[in-house]
């Protein structure tokens, strides 16, 4: 039998034993795979502690040496991406395919950030008064807490990490008590390519502990987090008492609009993979569908034989597999329980719709449910899981006016072959992202970011990178 690893907490370029710990599971098949530190709040502070220290001198080297190192992390990240993307699927239970995009998508993200070393700009602004010039500079905001989710836990690293240290930031990582393991493999890959210490610090525990304590200290200068609405309006309330800097990417609900000239199978080929993605756990993932009357049997239909033939199961068991499992029980039985009450309040199973009987892990069985209204709780709240709530609407007006319905506002989507509707789309659909006619998926140069409970602030591209800078305005007379 092989020995269970235990890992240590990763401060100031060094690996360092926790006096408690808590195990890690692996939720396609339920074995004990790690136990990891479950984090005294001396090691938070020391992790702050480390990252402040270091952060003058970091932000003191020029932006390009900066980028080298997120370049060399890259590098290091691909000659490991079998074994890595493996761990993604032990710990998540993500299928094997999109664990190995995670890993190469990872390393894209932080040649990506490094490209903006030479790309930061600042302003210069006319000034009222005779030989004065008026100066805008971009300047690293001190220390961030990037605060990170279960479901994409190897992305979201660099997602935070990367921004954050070519601007100038060092940061403290808290990963995911579920999915911690990818985490430390991470910082074994910083403390190969020799990132200076303190400049990238690891500090795993609940989010009841290390994410409590993150949250209240006064020397976190932004609190960078992912995850669900309850624990961002919980961060949110203990960050205020400093008054931090927030960074939030909370829930979605995410409408996906059928019109009766779409193209039904680009159509029911897209929205299924934006629903079985990751098993249904993303935030983008398309949540909810409205469409129109005149296709909506043959739309109901056409969908239920693509989600019916979705196989299932254990990804590292079964390497083909399109959905893996849940990440654990909680997660499972929520599920299960919104189904339940949806049929109970009138809508029906037309494919799936029960807890697959795989005799281990916590696996349900890819569903579509039909005759669903907008008073259902599938349709308003979200469901995280390989569910898809059908409404059926009489125009393109109702569609918008429900979609826009909506605690949410994160990502939505249309199908229509006309570009009339796709521009009136862009117009009233009141989200942070439209796709048209393609899987809601986003890319690293856009801006993730939504409107309403979906967050505050916004990731990637230019906009994600200025999220970890603030500006400081330079009146010179000369």
Known sequence: MSQIPIHQNYINGAFVDSQDHLEVFNPANGELLSRIPESASKQVEDAIAAARAAQKGWAALPAIERAGYLRRIAERIRQDVPRLARMITEEQGKVSGLAEVEVNFTADYLDYMAEWARRIEGEVIESDRANETILMLRKPLGVVAGILPWNFPFFLIARKMAPALVTGNTIVIKPSEETPNNCFAFARIVEEVGLPRGVFNVVSGTGGSVGQALSDSARVDLISFTGSVATGSHIMQSASRHLTKLNLELGGKAPAIVLGDADLELAVKAIRASRIINTG???????????????????????????????????????????????????????????????????????????????????????????????????????????????????????????????????????????????????????????????????MQGFHAGVRKSGIGGADGKHGLYEYTHTQVVYLEA
């Open 281 to 443: 756990q993303v935030c983008n993932c398309a949540e909810r569908v409205y469409v129109e009357r005149g296709v909506a049997d043959e739309f109901i239909e056409r969908m239920s034989r693509a989600m019916d033939a979705t196989t299932y199961g254990d990804p590292l068991a079964q390497p083909d597999v399109e959905v893996g499992p849940l990440i654990n029980q909680a997660g499972l039985t929520k599920v299960d329980a919104m189904v339940r009450q949806a049929v109970a309040e009138g809508a029906e199973v037309i494919s799936g719709g029960s807890v697959a009987d795989l005799g281990k892990g916590h696996h349900y069985r890819p569903t579509v449910l039909a005759g669903c209204r907008d008073d259902m709780a599938i349709m308003r709240q979200e469901i995280f899981g390989p569910v898809l709530p059908i409404q059926v609407v009489e125009d393109m007006d109702e569609a918008i006016a429900l979609a826009n319905d909506s605690e949410y506002g994160l990502t939505s989507s249309i199908y229509t072959r006309s570009l009339t509707n796709a521009m009136r789309a862009c117009r009233e659909i009141d989200y942070g992202e439209t796709y048209i006619n393609r899987e809601n998926f986003e890319a």
